[in-house]
């Protein structure tokens, strides 16, 4: 059976004993100048999550597994899911229990920097930088996180809220949205995965990640 692509959380992600990450932006904007001394900056491409991650030591064995996977994703061929391991769930429901199989979907989009949500949980306590993830176009991910904290309403329905980054244009009303380890495709740095020795039994990865647009 062949390992599917991008690698699902459960098979990658889920398995990785993370002892330090960097989930941090990486703006594509150039910066010019004019004659009155203003910097202007404006975007060359979407904005894509970084991360850079250090798991914590593990059996020489089980982490010769992980560097297994990493290399079945051929450099930066193939791709993995990846989620900021700091806030796998809204802080106001730290397990996930809360939102359980609730299956919402994007709503009005009135701007690429504004959307509504309907079908998440009723009451549904929503805080600031919470992350969400919307598949679109069938295998596209986008991941981002509100800009301001919200509560969903009696219908299960979040009013239009400030979101960060944009959204991709292809992005529609309808589309699937999770708030449980909501996620990004990335792809894995080239040449950037490597164990180090920690002692006669145990070995330490770590590795650079990319997010994809691609589908």
Known sequence: MSLANPLAKATF?????????KFMPQWQQQMSATGGGETLYSDRAPMRWMADITCGPQLHADAEGIMA???SRAGGLKTVLIYNPKLPYPSSDPDGSTFGAATPVVGTITDQLHVAFTGMPIGYVIPLGTYFQIIFGTSRYYLGQFAEPRTADGAGAVASVEITPALPASVAA???VTLLKPSGKFRIVPNSAYPSTVGALHSAITFSAEQ????
């Open 69 to 71: 996977l990493i290399n």
């Open 174 to 176: 309808g589309d699937a």
């Open 212 to 215: 994809t647009y691609g589908a």
């Open 13 to 21: 992600a889920d398995q990785l004993q993370i002892a330090d990450v």
